[in-house]
């Protein structure tokens, strides 16, 4: 579905990384993890075409992502669902409407989505905040709910960078816990991560590959996680 092959990126003169392969299959469960600054985030806006590698070639659902037009690149996007580590909202809209904005972007009627979009948030366990704004959410309630707005779609990809960076272990559990459920109906996952104990979680829950940035070079990370 997404493949690397040889790729490298560098960044402000200098590689940042290099030498990369990889393949995210169908269904399949990655964890991506390394030190603070090791480009985590850039492996995760290589795959899906936010960045262009500066050697080597990244392949989104076949198509080269440098041969990509703008329109592509929009309906592979529609594929990849995405929870960025600082989970912007539009404050002045409530959950449920931020929730659905994938679905406006795309040019479907929320409304005719309603049902779906109720499910969704029961799911992810904020029915009784859907009118809430986003100022007035917690940490969790926040990843929550841009767990439930990467999903809206139904995407067949989905990154999460650091999902549970900003909330507790119980917290962590359950976004871990609806990612898992993802992954077991047929979804490709692939989150980053510096939280071994995370990673030991779902380990125990999920047949999950880890792989490890390590001098510029992504590495399959071996049992002593």
């Known amino acids: 579905m997404i493949e690397f092959d040889n790729v490298a990126y560098s960044y402000g003169g200098g590689e940042l990384l290099t030498d990369m392969t990889m393949a ?3 269904g399949s469960f990655h964890f991506l993890t390394g030190p603070s600054g090791a480009g985590k985030t850039t492996i995760l806006k290589l795959c899906y075409a936010a960045l262009q590698p500066t050697a080597g070639q990244v392949r989104v ?35 449920d409407e931020n ?3 994938p679905l406006t972007v795309s040019g479907q009627a929320a409304a005719d989505h309603a049902e779906n979009l ?39 990809v989905i990154l999460a960078d650091e999902p549970t960076g900003n909330v507790d272990w119980e917290m962590s559990q359950r976004l871990l ?7 077991r109906m047929g979804k490709t996952i692939m989150i980053a991560t ?32």
């Open 24 to 26: 995210l299959a169908p």
């Open 61 to 95: 659902f076949g198509q080269d992502a440098r041969a990509m037009t703008r329109t592509d690149i929009a309906m592979a996007r529609r594929r990849i669902g995405v929870v960025h580590q600082d989970c912007q909202f539009l404050d002045h809209l409530p959950v």
């Open 99 to 101: 929730v659905a904005l």
């Open 118 to 156: 109720l499910e969704l948030l029961s799911w992810v366990g904020l029915t009784d905040r859907a009118r809430a704004l986003p100022p007035e959410l917690s940490g969790g309630e926040r990843q929550r709910a841009a767990l439930a707005r990467a999903v809206i779609l139904s995407p067949d």
């Open 177 to 183: 816990k609806l990612l898992v459920e993802l992954n």
């Open 194 to 225: 510096h939280d071994l104990g995370l990673i030991r979680a779902a380990k125990a829950q999920v047949q999950a590959r880890v792989l490890r940035i390590s001098n510029r070079r992504l590495q399959a990370a071996g049992a002593d996680l």
